[in-house]
Every structure is written in C-alpha cells, then in structure tokens.
C-alpha cells in the first residue's frame, strides 16, 4: 500500500525539519482512540497533516459520538442493511475511511434526534436500536464505543452522570478544588472525564 506523507503544520515531517516526534510521545497527549479518529478522517493515499488543531478536532468528534450512546441500552441485533450498504461501500471505494466515518456521525445525529423528539418507550428503543448500530460498525474502524460508554457501567451510569452535573455547577461556581476532586475522584476509578465547548463528556478507561 501507497500511502502520503504525514505532515506537521503543512510541511514535510522530517528530522532536518526539526519537527519529526514519535507516536508514543503524540500518546502522552492524547487518548489511542483520538489518535486512530485522527488517522481515519483523512484518506490513506493522501498526506496527514499534524497539527494540535486537527487532534483536538478529533478529540471533541469523537466526544460527539461517546455523547450520542450515553444513557441507552446497546441492544444485541443485526445493523439495518441501508446503514450498512452505505458503510461497506465507502470501505470498498479504496478504504474511504473519512466517508465510512460520515456514516457513523450521521448516526450520532439520528439518535440525538430520536431522543430530542420523543421521551416515550418507542423513541427509547428506536434510539437504542441507531445505537447498536453505530457500536458494529465502529467497531470496524477499531473504535470500541461500546466499551467507553455509559452503557458499559451499569447501574453506576446514573451517579455518574450527576456527579458530573455537580461538578458543572461547582465549574460554574468556579470551586475548581472541589471539581477537580470530583475529576480526580472518578479518574482514580477508571471513569476520564474530558471538558469541550459543548460540555463535560465521561468514558471508561481504555
């Protein structure tokens, strides 16, 4: 397999360059599976450009898809055969990772659709059957949702989730001891809870 140049900033990564690191320093950094988003969103053939920017990016999409399986059973049933034709075609045209991804995210926005529209039983299933989905077939792409979802906590999902409400209120407060311990608290427990623009988000450690 041909694949492009990575590049930092839009130059060449070299070591005359100055600007050569490895994956294990770009991993004290960042969590695996933001770097392997990162990865996926551009096309192997074509050049991958470093930069903070872009793994942030990555950070806060795959926040995006964390956010859409919390609070849902993952049901146990076949992926619906639309979603997956879409899918496997895009992986057949030359391994089109980033088009594979956009199937994925639009996903995401059905189910926080479904959810926004409906707080009945029928809109809960239909929700978690999306969901089901959307585990499968990021698990293709190595990305093992389902293991870092509130959905693989159990019955600690709930106290979770209001302890991170309650350390958004102490954030709001700006009782930054008291939100870090909370952080801090949960970390020690396996639980990372990672801050963006759109909010707090949790996740079981990899």
Known sequence: MHNGFVQVNEEKMSKSLGNFFT???VLQRYQPEVVRL???ASH??????YADENLD?????????????????????SIDEG??????????????????????FELAREINRLRDENEMVAAERASSL??????????????RLGANTSSGTGDAAPFIDLLISIRDELRAAKQW??????RDEL??????VEDSADGATWRRKD
């Open 23 to 25: 994956v294990r320093e």
């Open 38 to 40: 990162f990865i996926l």
């Open 44 to 49: 192997y053939r074509g050049p991958l450009n």
């Open 57 to 77: 990016h990555a950070k806060a999409s795959l926040n995006r898809l964390y956010t859409a399986l919390r609070g849902l059973p993952i049901l146990d049933v």
């Open 83 to 104: 979603w997956r034709a879409r899918f496997e075609q895009a992986m057949d045209d030359d391994f089109n990772t980033p088009e594979a991804l956009g199937v994925l």
């Open 130 to 143: 999306r969901q089901a989905k959307l585990v499968q077939l990021a698990g293709v792409l190595g990305l």
């Open 177 to 182: 001891t008291l939100s870090d311990r909370i």
């Open 187 to 192: 970390a020690e427990r396996g639980i990372i």
